[in-house]
């Protein structure tokens, strides 16, 4: 049998945040037969709505725990027989990264650190088996900022994180390398650029400035705007990483990107355009009308493009989504779904708000 064909049982850590959430909902669409447990502790970014209607399912188990548990997780492997992870569960946003970074270290080092540790130990209690896979998904974020005559990032650009959460991410892959070269763990890493779609938390860019609009409040640009990402539709996301468990190496790295570098101006202003085109009884019409630039972040990386060339040659991924196609597809979903994203604007997330942007 394809190794593709087995059936697996799959630990998914932060599988009610964004993109863990997509991610579960792919696979159980993919794979319907397979054992799919997920582990989040239930953070500010984590709702359990997310996996709603995968609830009750004969094959699907939530856990609610944290990854620095390892007792849970040495139980959770064992009890589950579980033999591909595929790891999500980070703190994920810059900019709570500069206010407070130490949930951070906790979290995206010591704790892919304990997962780590406890897979290695179950997986040489079982006698390696071949078939183990440890998926840790990462960011472009790691290799730092590119100017503008720079080629892309590739798996060979050398590591320089700049925030503190990049740092974490960098570090928490260096860990997941190192398991796979001093002990064979059948770990696997991938670094992608920006995701945006559905279950995105309204802190991100393209959330807030989508909610921003309906609310008819400013639209905060950092800086001059002129800062690049390269954009991925969260499902492409979600099966480049099905292809890489499927058929990846181990102690491989790949790189995932959308081939959409735009300038956060450029994307705002198109955002602008669609929620004017799609959102009825705008407060504020022309939206872009609310555009207003603010102090930049500290550390503002100024441009980010992921080459993905060893995923498309080697493992035949590549994305299928334009970045005005997956504007859409999210507008649409933020407009249908006002009653997921109305309670995520919490007393916690305006003092949020209030520290990043002021009044
Ligand atoms: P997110 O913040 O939306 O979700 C993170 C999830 O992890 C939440 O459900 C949270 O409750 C959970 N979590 C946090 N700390 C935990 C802990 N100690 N134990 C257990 N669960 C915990 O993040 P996201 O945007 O979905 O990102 C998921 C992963 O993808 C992260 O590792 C991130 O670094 C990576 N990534 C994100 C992007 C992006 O654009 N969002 C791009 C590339 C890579
Ligand atoms: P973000 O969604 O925070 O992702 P990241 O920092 O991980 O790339 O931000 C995307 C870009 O948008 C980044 O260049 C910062 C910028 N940005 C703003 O200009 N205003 C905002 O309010 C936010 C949240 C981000």
Redesign the pocket.
């Known amino acids: 049998m394809l190794f593709s064909e087995e059936k697996k049982s799959i630990l998914i850590?932060?599988?009610?945040?964004?993109?863990?959430s997509n991610f579960v909902h792919h696979w159980c669409n993919r794979y319907p037969d397979d054992l799919v447990i997920v582990?989040?502790?239930?953070?500010y970014?984590?709702?359990r709505h997310n996996l709603a209607s995968l609830e009750g399912k004969e094959n699907f188990r939530f856990v609610e725990?944290?990854?620095?548990d390892r007792p849970l997780i040495d139980n959770l492997l064992k009890q589950e027989n579980i033999d591909t992870i595929a790891h999500?569960?980070?703190?994920?946003?810059v900019d709570r990264s500069i206010l407070g970074p130490d949930a951070f270290i906790?979290?995206n080092v010591f704790?892919t650190f304990t997962l780590l540790e406890s897979f290695r130990h179950y997986w040489n209690a079982q006698g390696n088996p071949e078939n183990h896979r440890f998926l840790h998904?990462?960011?472009?974020e790691v290799y730092g900022s590119l100017k503008p005559e720079d080629p892309a990032f590739s798996e060979t650009t050398p590591y320089a994180p700049n925030s503190p959460y990049s740092a974490s991410?960098a570090g928490s892959d260096h860990l997941a390398r190192a398991y796979y070269h001093t002990y064979n763990v059948p770990t696997i890493i991938t670094n992608?650029?920006?995701?945006y779609g559905p279950y995105h938390?309204p802190e991100?860019l393209i959330p807030l400035m989508c909610i921003n609009i309906l609310l008819g409040k400013p639209l905060p640009v950092y800086g001059d705007g002129q800062n690049i990402r390269d954009w991925l539709y969260v499902g492409d996301h979600c099966s480049a990483l099905e292809t890489v468990i499927q058929q990846g190496k181990p102690g491989e790295t790949y790189n995932i990107g959308g081939n959409n570098e735009v300038k956060n101006i450029d994307l705002v202003t198109l955002l602008c355009d669609l929620m004017d085109e799609l959102a009825p009884n705008l407060p504020v019409k022309p939206s872009k009308e609310l555009i207003t630039f603010v102090k930049d972040r500290p550390g503002h990386d100024r441009r980010y493009a992921i080459d993905a060339t060893k995923i498309k040659t080697e493992l035949g991924w590549t994305p299928e989504e334009t970045v005005e196609g997956g504007l859409r597809r999210t507008i649409q979903w933020y407009l249908n779904n006002q009653d997921w994203w109305q309670p995520l604007l919490s007393q916690e997330y305006q003092d949020y708000y209030q520290k990043v942007y002021g009044s």
């Open positions: 850590t932060g599988g009610a945040g964004f993109i863990g582990l989040d502790a239930l953070t970014a984590g709702n725990g944290n990854i620095c999500f569960a980070a703190e994920s946003h906790q979290t704790g998904v990462s960011t472009d991410k992608c650029s920006n995701n938390f991100k």
